[in-house]
């Protein structure tokens, strides 16, 4: 019964290097969601992706950020020449169907924390 | 556009009293509402959820919310905390099930022995 996992979880990068963060969903989840959570705030939308298409990238903050689903499994969020700004948990959801669905709920990773220095 | 706000940033509760932690949303149409907690270094637990229906929810570890539309408020309730509530809780809201979420920027509880 594996959960969402996210690796790495602690990522520290210097100011303009390039990151890669993972997600691995709960096996089958159709839906996949990537939320920035910056110190004492709560999570904020960046991209959904159901199956291997990017439907929504509305929440993305700058071309420097980047998403990807492939296979329609693990996604990876690519954020190119970091900046201090970047430093958050970067939080990984995934449910079972598509939002439209009536039934099913997000569940989320433990996220990845990143500090840009 | 939908937003959420939690008022008290830090609630401070002795253990085995009452807690009622605030969320009001503001959304055009009928809102998907949840509540989530969050322990340090731990990802979300959805506690409960609203969708339709009888507006008192019961969650899981002895939570419930009220759903009040004249309101706009989605309040957490528990009769008696315990040590181990002591984490951060966020509300959230949606226009779906399971669609991206709106989130407040949460509520710190810290229990007293």
């Given at each position: 019964g594996a959960g969402v996992s996210q690796s790495?979880?602690?990522?520290?990068?210097?100011r303009g290097q390039d990151v890669a963060l993972r997600c691995d969903p709960i096996s089958g989840?159709?839906?996949?969601?990537?939320?920035?959570?910056?110190?004492?705030?709560?999570?904020?939308?960046?991209t959904y992706f159901q199956n291997e298409a990017q439907?929504?990238?509305?929440?993305?903050?700058?071309?420097?950020?980047?998403?990807?689903?492939p296979e329609g499994s693990v996604s990876t969020l690519k954020i190119q020449r970091t900046q201090q700004e970047d430093s958050a948990v970067y939080l990984c959801a995934s449910s079972l169907n598509p939002p439209t669905g009536q039934a099913g709920e997000q569940y989320f990773g433990p996220g990845t924390r990143l500090t840009v220095t | 556009a939908q937003s959420v706000t939690q008022?008290?940033?830090?609630?401070?509760?002795?253990?085995?009293?009452s807690l009622e932690l605030r969320c009001n949303y503001s959304y055009g149409a009928t809102?998907?509402?949840f509540w989530y907690v969050q322990s340090p270094g731990q990802g979300l637990q959805l506690l409960l959820k609203y969708f339709?229906?009888?507006?008192?929810?019961?969650?899981?570890?002895?939570?419930?919310?009220?759903?009040?539309?004249?309101?706009?408020s989605f309040n957490l309730?528990?009769?008696?905390?315990?040590?181990?509530?002591?984490?951060?809780?966020?509300?959230?809201?949606?226009?779906?099930?399971?669609?991206?979420?709106t989130f407040g920027d949460g509520t710190t509880l810290t229990v007293k022995p």
């Open positions: 790495p979880r602690y990522k520290v990068a210097k989840h159709v839906s996949l969601f990537w939320y920035q959570q910056a110190l004492g705030q709560g999570p904020e939308f960046l439907l929504d990238k509305s929440g993305l903050p700058s071309d420097r950020f980047f998403a990807e689903r | 008022p008290d940033i830090h609630i401070t509760v002795s253990e085995g009293a809102p998907y509402l339709s229906g009888d507006t008192l929810v019961q969650g899981i570890k002895g939570f419930e919310a009220e759903f009040k539309r004249s309101q706009s309730r528990k009769p008696s905390v315990h040590w181990s509530d002591a984490a951060e809780y966020f509300c959230a809201v949606s226009n779906t099930n399971a669609g991206k979420s």
